[in-house]
């Protein structure tokens, strides 16, 4: 994403960390009512502007920390490949480990290449460094389009529909509300900019002020830097997805991205992926970035033929003692 433009990298970063203290992506991307965000039920939902302003809040002052911290499943696929991997979230930063290509298991080549990449942050503590720069940095972007979105458009009631297991606390009903740009706001810079030619849907947990969806779509051409350095594509679209995790946590179950457009007026921009998290399972806050490589690899060991997770007890958490991490 580093060699994107300004306004593509800025759009994708919001899904990719849409809830903040994650990124990672984004929403790209958590805990209930207990932060002092007081709960609107639906009977009483009557200000679809007023809900966006609330959940947004809800959304910024929630950390990461309360949020808690888990290892989970990630499938990316894309118009080339698909590609399996496992992630570990962490203080330092978020480890990850491929461990499939296509469905299949990585060859002796690959399993290398892979293992390369992950010495690099173990044994430079500056790539390490650099790697939790540029996540702080996507993660400022998104505050200020999280905290642009309630000014930057309006906002009309759509009616109701259930959670469900991916989108969601399951139980609760999420109020759908379509988003249009306000004509009166005036992006403060470029990484606003985008909002002005976006519309789309909303999904929003009245209960616990929880964004349980984005689906945004550029219905105008937007230029970045100034039209000299290029523009995204009328039709370019993401999606978003989160869903409640255990007890207190909400994590991006879904995310994609179609975004189409040039940059420096000549080359093509394409990016076309569809990514799905799953088996979320809770980890200890204080690991450090090499022990959850190591559970990574620990993890990755345990798999089933399938190349799935073996099943976790409800409730059940990674502890140190069971990574054997000393």
Not at 87 to 106: C, H, N, Q, S
Request: proline share 6%; net charge neutral; charged share 25%.
């Amino acid at each position: 994403m580093a060699a994107l433009n300004p306004v593509a990298r800025k759009s994708i970063a919001m899904a990719r960390t849409m809830t903040i203290a994650r990124l990672y992506p984004l929403i790209l991307v958590l805990v209930v009512c207990s932060f002092g965000a007081e709960p609107t039920t639906i009977s009483s939902f009557h200000d679809p502007a007023e809900l966006v302003r609330k959940t947004i809040q809800n959304e910024i002052k929630i950390d990461k920390s309360s949020n808690g911290f888990f290892l989970y499943r990630g499938v990316k696929t894309t118009p080339k490949d698909s590609t399996t991997r496992l992630f570990v979230e962490t203080k330092e930063a978020t480890a990850g480990l491929l461990i499939a290509y296509d469905g299949k298991p990585l060859t002796p080549e690959q399993r290398q290449a892979e293992e390369t990449r992950i010495q690099r942050f173990l044994s430079h503590p500056e790539e390490l460094r650099k790697k939790r720069e540029q996540d702080k940095e996507e993660d400022e972007h998104t505050l200020r389009i999280m905290r642009a979105l309630p000014d930057a458009f309006l906002f009309d009631y759509e009616g109701e529909q259930p959670a469900t297991d991916h989108i969601g606390h399951l139980g609760d009903h999420l109020v759908k509300l379509s988003f249009r740009p306000n004509p009166k706001y005036q992006p403060p810079s470029r990484v606003e900019e985008v909002l002005t030619g976006m519309k789309g849907y909303l999904l929003i947990d009245p209960v616990r002020l929880r964004l349980a969806s984005i689906d945004g779509t550029l219905f105008r051409e937007v230029a970045f830097g100034w039209g000299i350095l290029g523009h995204l594509n009328s039709g370019s679209r993401f999606l978003v997805q989160q869903q409640e995790v255990g007890e207190n946590g909400w994590e991006i179950s879904n995310m994609t991205l179609d975004f189409t457009g040039k940059i420096l007026l000549i080359k093509n921009l394409s990016i076309k992926s569809s990514e799905t998290f799953s088996d979320f399972r809770p980890v200890p806050p204080n690991l450090t970035f090499a022990q959850a490589v190591d559970l990574l690899k620990k993890q990755e060991a345990s798999m089933n033929h399938d190349g799935q997770l073996l099943p976790a007890s409800p409730g059940s958490e990674i502890t140190g003692s069971a990574m054997a991490v000393k």
